[in-house]
């Protein structure tokens, strides 16, 4: 399904979201297309998906009053939208400036004991001359508002810019018409309100540029995303050494990485070693080891060595590019509980201006003297301070900084949604091969049973028969025969000899048997030394029970009918798995191992890292139906694999998380891609979800109350009690402070402390 991404600088509200989703909705089901709009009022963003074209996506957000632009390259658009947010904040600043520069001194006038009134010929001519300035400065400073109202008005509608230009345009037309025609008004009722009509709009724009610094920090970790993009590349042609825009690069071509360089796109390691920090895109410190057959990711950092790769996947297709748009997809994405919000706030403005005149009719025909000045000072109050700003970014933002901060973690998020339901998880449930376990199989330790043998010697030996073998375990043991020779160095492990077997036979089930180096070698299993005749095993039983008992598999190696040795082989358990284990118990969630192995092993396992919970010799489609009898149990689960094997389990979880793959299937497939291999960030990750659900709830509460108490107080309800109205320009200021509020609160997140 073709996804179409437009960016609409003019939104401003809650109500121009619902407006923008209303029109899709509507353009559906009039029978036009299957088509769905996510729009994201934090970022500005409106993601279509179904069959439209561009150019009728484009109208129908025209056809609510706003202009759009279409997102061709994220790069290049993330670019231009930081450099219209530059301009904008300079352009905010200037405008609150000068409002405020001609509104604060209007306002001490009056308050150190200035005339206020319109009694005389001088004084009209004097409020004449300030009414033209304030009209200049409304023009100059709140253009912006007047022009959203007058597209809302066209297309039938109204939002916030609607609010805030009635009631300063209300404010200043009172006061004109006092200064014009006095006569027409009551004498203790020619009041002029000037100071407030640019006080509230030199308020509200320092509001928005305060606003939108704190905002552009939400999208800092995409952008973080964005600039790991190269732009250049070594291309190695016939002629030598080029270098070139990655635009230009195509797979199959073969590139230089440099020292200090960035990998450009992704590929295979063709030549040369180097090792790569990949901390970007993981999360994870340290550097990778990377020599000919290996992978290498575009965007990750080239150290000090230098390699020859080909080019698998051209920009587009890359991981880094992948993983941008699932980000990018999540900040757009919408929880239920802001879906809620959305609808509210299709209804709230009209609802508001309804409101507002009402209670300025109430106060006019009811009201004390001065009535008709009451009533003006209502109407403008209730415009001003109800404005639905806070409400409609209280969830966007918040799940903005949740996923770019779960993105610097190594972590994406599919989508709100996600991240919502994840807040809720009761129970883990985690896959043991490769999510508890390394699930690389490693030589743990070495019995010599023959004292005369040199371990090194006789590892290359045993490997030299294993080099023929396909068995899992085997690649365990060569791995460990290498190590022994080369010292662990940095060289790749090649300077190891294997010797080629004079005679080599496999054994299906129990193991291999061959002649190395004039010597006759038996490795396998107890049956295959009871298979060639080697002497009875029972006097090491009580090692071979210890080896099983934790979760080691003994593979024997026998020398001319005798065992020599036995090599016990497992798979190592994380290095954080006991402390991520302990920290979600900690959180009050339960914890279950869900493995395909033998009841023995999974046990030993469980007992090391701390899982009382335990499920073996389990197959796939098992895994999916204990995973929902769990569900049935009433537990939300959060099910943990590597995104492959474990699909069914995944997909029937609450939540899904791929651990550590990164793989294309996975990031496609999963809610949360667990790029880092680390276990502990499952539970960075779910305490990361359940800050944004408060986050978030914080959000709405505060701007649900404002909105509660804000507009009764404007309307005048404590009057009775105190005799005093609230003024226009503190409802600006306290329209203007509650969404820098709710941006600040939700930029909480991004500093957060998880493990």
């Not at 004498?187 to 704190?214: C, K, P, Q, W």
């Not at 966007?396 to 599919?414: C, D, H, N, Y």
């Not at 080629?500 to 054994?507: A, G, K, L, M, V």
Request: aromatic share 4%; net charge negative; charged share 15%.
């Amino acid at each position: 399904m073709a996804t179409i991404n437009l960016y609409v600088p003019k939104m401003s509200c809650a109500s121009c979201v619902a407006k923008i989703e209303t029109a899709f909705e509507n353009h559906g089901q009039s029978g036009q297309g299957d088509i769905a709009a996510r729009v994201n009022l934090a970022d500005k963003m409106v993601q279509v998906s179904g069959a439209i074209s561009a150019e009728d996506a484009i109208a129908i957000v025209r056809s609510v009053g706003y202009d759009s632009e279409l997102v061709i390259d994220a790069q290049t658009a993330a670019a231009q939208k930081g450099q219209d947010e530059a301009k904008e904040y300079r352009l905010r600043l200037i405008q609150a400036s000068v409002g405020l520069g001609l509104g604060v001194p209007l306002m001490l006038w009056g308050l150190l004991g200035g005339e206020m009134m319109v009694n005389n010929a001088t004084q009209q001519l004097a409020w004449g001359v300030v009414g033209g300035m304030t009209l200049l400065i409304m023009v100059l400073t709140g253009r912006h508002f007047y022009q959203g109202m007058w597209r809302a008005i066209k297309v039938k509608s109204a939002n916030m810019d609607t609010l805030i230009a009635l009631g300063t345009s209300a404010a200043w037309l009172y006061s004109m018409m006092v200064v014009l025609a006095p006569q027409w008004f009551p004498a203790d009722t020619r009041h002029v309100y000037f100071e407030a009509s640019v006080m509230i709009l030199g308020l509200i724009n320092l509001g928005h540029a305060l606003e939108l610094r704190a905002r552009g920090k939400t999208s800092e970790a995409v952008q973080r995303l964005l600039g790991l993009q190269a732009t250049t590349a070594i291309r190695i042609a016939d002629s030598g050494d080029e270098e070139v825009e990655i635009n230009q690069l195509i797979v199959g071509d073969r590139l230089r990485l440099r020292p200090g360089d960035r990998v450009a796109l992704d590929g295979e390691v063709l030549s040369g070693q180097t090792l790569i920090n990949e901390s970007m895109l993981t999360g994870e410190p340290i550097p990778v080891h990377k020599e000919q057959g290996d992978d290498v990711s575009a965007g990750t950092v080239n150290s000090n060595g230098s390699i020859i790769y080909q080019v698998t996947a051209v920009a587009k297709d890359s991981k880094l590019a992948k993983i941008i748009e699932l980000v990018q997809q999540a900040q757009i994405s919408k929880m239920p509980i802001g879906r809620l919000t959305d609808k509210i706030s299709a209804y709230f403005v009209p609802a508001v201006v309804i409101i507002a005149i009402f209670s300025s009719v109430i106060w006019y025909l009811f009201g004390p003297e001065p009535a008709l000045s009451h009533g003006l000072v209502v109407l403008t109050s209730v415009l001003i301070i109800a404005c639905p700003c806070a409400l409609g970014l209280a969830t966007p933002m918040s799940i903005m900084v949740s996923v770019g901060r779960a993105a610097q973690m190594g972590v994406l998020v599919r989508n709100g949604e996600a991240l919502q339901t994840a807040s809720k998880v009761t129970t883990v449930v985690l896959d043991k091969t490769g999510t508890v376990t390394q699930g690389t199989p490693e030589v743990i330790d070495i019995i010599l049973l023959d004292s005369r043998l040199d371990e090194s010697n006789l590892m290359r030996e045993v490997a030299s028969l294993e080099q023929h073998s396909e068995h899992p375990l085997a690649g365990a043991i060569i791995s460990k025969a290498k190590l022994q020779s080369a010292g662990v160095t940095f060289s790749g492990l090649e300077s190891i000899a294997l010797s080629e077997p004079d005679s080599f036979t496999n054994i299906q089930g129990k193991g291999i048997t061959g002649v190395v180096d004039g010597s006759h070698y038996s490795v396998g299993n107890i049956g295959l030394m009871q298979h060639s005749g080697v002497e009875d095993l029972s006097a090491y039983q009580h090692q071979i029970s210890e080896l099983a008992s934790q979760g080691k598999t003994p593979v024997f190696v026998a020398k001319a009918q005798k065992l020599v040795a036995i090599v016990a082989i497992a798979d190592p358990i994380k290095v954080d798995a006991a402390q991520a284990v302990l920290a979600m118990k900690n959180q009050g969630l339960k914890v279950v191992l869900l493995t395909g192995d033998n009841e023995l092993t999974a046990q030993a396992v469980a007992d090391k890292v701390g899982i009382e919970s335990v499920f073996a010799d389990v197959l796939p489609e098992q895994k999916q139906q204990k995973v929902q009898e769990l569900q049935q149990a009433g537990e939300v689960v959060a099910m943990v694999g590597d995104g492959i094997n474990d699909a069914p389990a995944l997909m029937s979880a609450d939540v899904g998380l791929a651990m550590g793959s990164g793989t294309e299937i996975a990031i496609e497939s999963a809610d949360f891609t667990l790029l880092s291999a680390r276990l502990m960030v499952i539970n960075d990750t779910l305490a990361l979800a359940r800050a944004s659900m408060t986050n978030i709830k914080q959000n709405l509460f505060g701007a649900f109350i404002y909105n509660s108490l804000g507009i009764p107080i404007a309307a005048g309800v404590l009057f009775p009690f105190t005799g005093m109205l609230l003024s226009p320009v503190i409802a600006g200021a306290a329209m203007a402070l509650s969404s820098l509020t709710v941006v600040t609160n939700a930029n909480r997140l991004r500093r957060i402390k998880l493990s």
